[in-house]
């Protein structure tokens, strides 16, 4: 690394007008990114999906949307079935079929008897709306934005005698919070900059804070070159582009944090110019390799997931990574050396430099690792006691469609299903899905053979034209008892799946998420496995261990099961989330918010892993003590990482309470990550477990040292330190560091 450093120095002028002109060509690449992302959430092969996006194709309306239910309780003296009542039913629903432009079914035009209540009065349609936009994340929200049950009730209620009751109920009518098109990135991120603006002018208490700023500025923009190059070959989701910068603002202030803190830290032990930048880049910056490496690889590992959302967010995140590293090894040297020449002139010419601070060890962390190494057993036990008994409660996660117990208690919607469930019909029709049988196939055959199945409601063919094609094709409505996010509902669909002909298309929303989830996490094990080998390889380069990189990864995972833990007692279950951010949970988690935490988590508490470590690795050559290379590194660490931990977390925390429910369980979850990381993980496991492993640490046989191209670490005795913390000296093999 120090010959890179001194390539750039020796190049700055080059260097600088290389990067002033790809800050240029970023912008223009956003612009063509932005303009030709995919808005869509497509799925090929998923048999949901693609008999959803043929129902759309046909018929333009239903398939993925969900169904809009009105209920209509008649006034006293008129019934559903007598003479008055039809004919105002059929007015009723023929306005709201004008209105909407959507595919009506109810009780006026199919006469069947399971569409009215007990009390002959209550009845209720289906109607199914054309595809409304998308926000967020997909599964993650209901409420997508459309207004269609407002559209319906004013077509609607004009036409109904004085004395009706009119509620428009459904899965959107009912959600908890407003899904208004997801992360508003750019609030977002000028959130993010002023909560990293606070906290490094806290650490830095100078103008270097501006520093890793602006190296994150000067990253945004140019990794996008990066993305436009990858969107000849691949498609990008608009997904990506909304989180991405987050992502890339965090771990580029990350790199940035580690090399000038350790540039600083230099310049305090006596090195003065070019060589304090220099030393810098010969230790953190193998740091930010390693960690860059290991993080982009890992990302990009997300490919194995069959979902062409997760695999633009890896991209993404790879080359986002990639830039990060790339700026902070070649522009930020050139910062770095222009202060340090200003800072030398101060000096010569008599000017008081005030103390940076970095002369030694911080105090707190240094008594902080201290603490922990003397109590590392209690420590350890009982971190994992904490983070397993979260990982437990992750087992119990709900990735399915919500359930209406836990939708809104109040309003229209709400009041629409109470009519409904108080005279006998079940809510499993506000989870109704359209059945698409190709041209040939008889309607009234496939409908009686799903009719009988268990967990029916009723089945409707009817015979108009928004149910029957010019091409022969047919449409069919299943109404379930079951709402499709139950355990039985889900059942139900999977009947229906079996029972009907070859060729026949089962479709819906609840059987687009059903397939999201087997496909995503089928394949999730593969993507952590193939990630773990990356990692486990990087690692064990960049530490010279077997052990520390096995550590890593396991406390990577166990940081991942806490993390999920953590989300269902405060989603799932909804304890403290509405005193805390005063939004409703429904119930469940999301389908891709695990896989998309775990992107950016995984990126984040891999860049604190490898620079803590790769301090201690450096210590403890210096000092041949487990025990000094764990005080010291935390010591030197503890500040860097609580830093960077600080500046997402209040961002990620800030974004929870915008009072969007996809926003809020998304950021809420990278929030408590990074804590949890910063704190249990980072802050107590990692040096516990470190202490507690001795020095089988920093063990890497020679056969394996010959594999990874790099010098073997046999186990040795560990030094005796003397009182002031400097080791005897004694005969000790020479081991190069490999950070």
Not at 307 to 326: D, F, H, K, Q, W
Not at 397 to 412: A, K, Q
Not at 623 to 646: D, F, P
Request: aromatic content about 8%; some cysteine.
């Amino acid at each position: 690394m120090e010959t890179l450093s001194r390539f750039v120095l020796a190049r700055g002028r080059l260097i600088t007008l290389l990067t002033v002109i790809a800050v240029a060509l970023g912008g223009g690449a956003l612009a063509l990114v932005l303009a030709n992302v995919s808005e869509k959430n497509e799925y090929p092969g998923l048999p949901g999906y693609e008999a959803n996006r043929q129902i759309l194709q046909t018929y333009g309306t239903g398939g993925y949307e969900r169904p809009y239910v009105p209920v209509i309780t008649l006034p006293e003296g008129i019934t559903a079935d007598s003479p008055e009542g039809r004919e105002v039913l059929a007015a009723a629903f023929a306005a709201a079929d004008r209105a909407t432009g959507g595919r009506v079914v109810s009780y006026a035009d199919t006469g069947d008897a399971r569409f009215v209540g007990d009390d002959g009065r209550t009845t209720f349609g289906l109607i199914f709306g054309g595809p409304v936009e998308q926000g967020g994340i997909p599964g993650s929200a209901l409420g997508e934005g459309s207004t269609l049950n407002l559209t319906i009730d004013a077509a609607m209620r004009p036409v109904l005698p004085p004395g009706t009751t009119l509620f428009v109920t459904g899965l959107d009518p009912l959600a908890t919070g407003e899904d208004t098109g997801g992360l508003n990135v750019g609030v977002k991120l000028l959130i993010t900059i002023a909560a990293a603006i606070v906290v490094l002018a806290w650490v830095f208490r100078s103008a270097m804070a501006v520093v890793p700023l602006l190296t994150a500025l000067i990253t945004l923009p140019v990794s996008f070159i990066g993305l436009l190059v990858a969107s000849l070959i691949t498609e990008v989701h608009e997904t990506t582009t909304t989180m991405i910068p987050l992502l890339g603002l965090g771990i580029a202030i990350d790199y940035a944090l580690i090399l000038v803190t350790r540039w600083r830290e230099e310049r305090a032990a006596g090195r003065v110019g070019d060589e304090a930048v220099h030393r810098a880049m010969a230790t953190a910056g193998h740091a930010i390799v390693f960690s860059s490496v290991a993080v982009a690889i890992g990302l990009l590992a997300m490919i194995v997931l069959p979902i062409p959302i997760m695999r633009s967010l890896g991209v993404g995140g790879m080359l986002v990574t990639a830039t990060s590293a790339v700026v902070s090894l070649t522009v930020l040297p050139l910062i770095l050396s222009w202060t340090g020449r200003r800072l030398d002139r101060r000096a010569a010419a008599g000017k008081p430099i005030r103390p940076t601070g970095y002369e030694r060890a911080g105090r707190f962390w240094t008594a902080w690792a201290r603490g922990v190494v003397r109590h590392r057993w209690i420590v350890a036990i009982g971190s994992v006691a904490a983070l397993g008994a979260l990982t437990v409660v992750a087992l119990g996660i709900n990735l399915n469609v919500p359930v209406t117990g836990g939708l809104s208690r109040s309003g229209p919607g709400h009041d629409g299903l109470v009519a409904l469930q108080n005279t006998g019909v079940p809510s499993g029709p506000l989870t109704s899905f359209d059945v698409y049988l190709p041209p040939g196939t008889d309607p009234v055959a496939v409908a009686d053979g799903i009719r009988p199945l268990p967990g029916i409601y009723t089945v409707v063919t009817p015979q108009g034209s928004d149910w029957r094609a010019a091409d022969g094709s047919a449409l069919l409505t299943v109404l379930p008892v079951d709402e499709g996010g139950s355990p039985a509902g889900r059942e139900t669909i999977q009947r229906v799946i079996d029972a009907v002909p070859d060729g026949v298309l089962v479709g819906g929303n609840v059987t687009q998420q059903l397939d999201y989830v087997d496909a995503t996490y089928a394949a999730f094990p593969w993507m952590l496995a193939l990630i773990a080998l990356i990692t486990f390889v990087m690692l064990a380069r960049a530490f010279r261990s077997v052990l520390l990189p096995l550590k890593a990864i396991a406390l990577n995972l166990l940081s991942l099961g806490a993390v999920l833990g953590a989300m269902v007692i405060f989603w799932q279950w909804g304890w403290g989330t509405e005193a805390l951010l005063g939004i409703q949970p429904n119930g469940t988690v999301g389908t891709f918010i695990p896989v998309t935490i775990f992107a950016f988590l995984y990126g984040l508490s891999m860049d604190y892993e490898v620079f803590i470590i790769a301090r201690m690795r450096e210590e403890y050559d210096r000092t041949g003590s487990t025990e000094e290379a764990i005080v010291q590194g935390i010591g030197r660490t503890g500040r860097l990482v609580t830093c960077a931990a600080l500046i997402l977390f209040f961002s990620f925390a800030s974004m929870a309470g915008g009072g969007e429910l996809d926003v809020a369980v998304f950021a809420s979850g990278v929030a408590l990550g990074i804590i949890l990381d910063a704190t249990l993980i980072r802050s107590l496991l990692v040096p516990a477990t470190v202490a507690m492993m001795g020095r089988w640490n920093w063990w890497l046989p020679a056969w394996l040292a010959r594999i990874l191209r790099v010098d073997p670490s046999p186990v040795r005795n560990e030094a005796v330190l003397k009182g002031n913390g400097a080791p005897d000296p004694e005969p000790r093999v020479p081991v190069s560091s490999g950070v």
